[in-house]
C-alpha cells in the first residue's frame, strides 16, 4: 500500500492551493477516500471524504464552500482543492482510506501572512 500526498506549500490568506494523493496497492476505486489534517497541538482530524463514485462529499464545517474534494479513479488519485485558505487551515494534510490503516507522509500546508 503507498499513498503519495503532495501540492502543499507556504501560501498567503484567502490563496489557494491544490493537493493530490497517488494510490497504489489497493482497490482505490471501490472505497471511500477521505483527507485528514493534523495542526501543531490538536490531534488530527477529519477534512474531507469522498465515496467511490465521486458523487458523494462530506465535509467538515470549517471548510465547507472553500475546500472540494473529487478524485479521478482512472489514475487512482484524489484531490482537495482548497480556496480562501486561512491560517488556521495550517497542518499536514493526508489522504486514507478507512478500510486500511495506513497514513502516508503527508504535505505541509502553512497559511501565513
Known amino acids: 500500500v503507498q499513498l503519495v500526498e503532495a501540492g502543499g506549500g507556504s501560501v498567503q490568506p484567502v490563496g489557494s492551493l491544490k493537493l493530490s494523493c497517488v494510490a497504489s496497492?489497493?482497490?482505490?476505486?471501490?472505497?471511500?477516500m477521505s483527507w485528514y489534517r493534523h495542526a501543531p497541538g490538536k490531534e488530527r482530524g477529519l477534512v474531507a471524504q469522498?465515496?467511490?463514485?465521486?458523487?458523494?462529499?462530506t465535509y467538515v464545517d470549517s471548510v465547507k464552500d472553500r475546500f472540494t474534494i473529487s478524485r479521478d479513479n482512472d489514475k487512482n488519485t484524489l484531490y482537495l482543492q482548497m480556496n480562501n485558505l486561512k491560517p488556521e487551515d495550517t497542518a499536514m494534510y493526508y489522504c486514507?482510506?478507512?478500510?486500511?490503516?495506513?497514513w502516508g507522509q503527508g504535505t505541509q500546508v502553512t497559511v501565513s501572512s
Open positions: 486514507k482510506t478507512p478500510y486500511l490503516n495506513y
Open positions: 496497492g489497493f482497490g482505490f476505486s471501490i472505497v471511500t
Open positions: 469522498i465515496g467511490r463514485y465521486g458523487s458523494q462529499t
